[in-house]
């Protein structure tokens, strides 16, 4: 079965510093990589994804994440956070080629809560 | 262009009633799936609907059920209610629903049952 997994429940972090939150997923065939950020009584809003091509995914906020397929991993980086960055951060996946039961479906992990102290 | 709207925001509801939901994709979105989101179960997929038909479901009781109309709005239902049911259901929109596509999220309807 599909499953991603987010390493790190909750990452304090000091404002400027760098941040990375890990994400691994298990899966024998193909995917498609995403993050998502979700801020207090918000919906989810979507940080950059992986579909093919380079390795590097550079998205909104100064967010950049990098593929990397040997270790099915797909870690979230910024090189300096800000205080406005405190939410939680989701992993997800879909599943490439598996027809209509990955219609519309994203497999989330259970979230990272990043927290950026001043 | 507006983004997706979820109606209402928040909803108590009592132990056996049912209740329902509303989504409003953005527009030109064709393709709406639901998301119920707790604390100790995370995002799950519920369902998926493209043109009005239920293309993909995830692994939920049959007292979760849902439908589109031809403007897209999508509606989610859930029966006789269980405490279990308090969560936070999102709703999310894209295109057509294809693997690529980017699902634009709502802000949720939470929902509490007592």
């Known amino acids: 079965a599909q499953s991603v997994t987010q390493l790190d429940s909750q990452v304090p972090v000091f404002e400027e510093a760098p941040v990375e939150l890990r994400c691994n997923y298990s899966?024998?065939?193909?995917?498609?990589l995403f993050w998502y950020v979700q801020y207090p009584n918000q919906g989810l809003q979507l940080l950059l994804k992986y579909l093919s091509g380079s390795t590097l995914v550079k998205g909104i906020n100064g967010f950049e994440a990098e593929f990397n397929k040997s270790q099915t991993s797909f870690h979230l980086r910024k090189p300096s956070v800000h205080i406005s960055d405190t939410a939680e951060y989701f992993c997800a996946v879909i599943i490439r080629g598996a027809g209509g039961t990955s219609y519309g479906k994203l497999t989330f992990g259970q979230g990272t809560i990043l927290t950026v102290h001043p | 262009k507006a983004g997706v709207t979820q109606t209402p925001r928040y909803l108590i509801k009592t132990r056996g009633q049912q209740v329902t939901l509303s989504c409003s994709p953005i527009?030109?979105?064709?393709?709406v799936s639901w998301y119920q989101q707790t604390p100790g179960q995370g995002l799950q997929f519920l369902f998926e609907y493209f043109s009005e038909t239920q293309r993909n479901k995830g692994n939920f009781p049959g007292r979760f059920s849902g439908r589109q109309f031809s403007n897209s709005r999508s509606e989610m239902n859930v029966s006789t209610l269980e405490l279990g049911d308090s969560a936070l259901y999102l709703c999310?929109?894209?295109?057509?629903?294809?693997?690529?596509?980017?699902?634009?999220f709502g802000p949720g309807t939470r929902l509490t049952v007592t």
């Open positions: 899966s024998s065939v193909s995917v498609y």
């Open positions: 527009s030109g979105h064709r393709s």
């Open positions: 999310a929109s894209s295109r057509d629903g294809g693997l690529g596509n980017e699902q634009y």
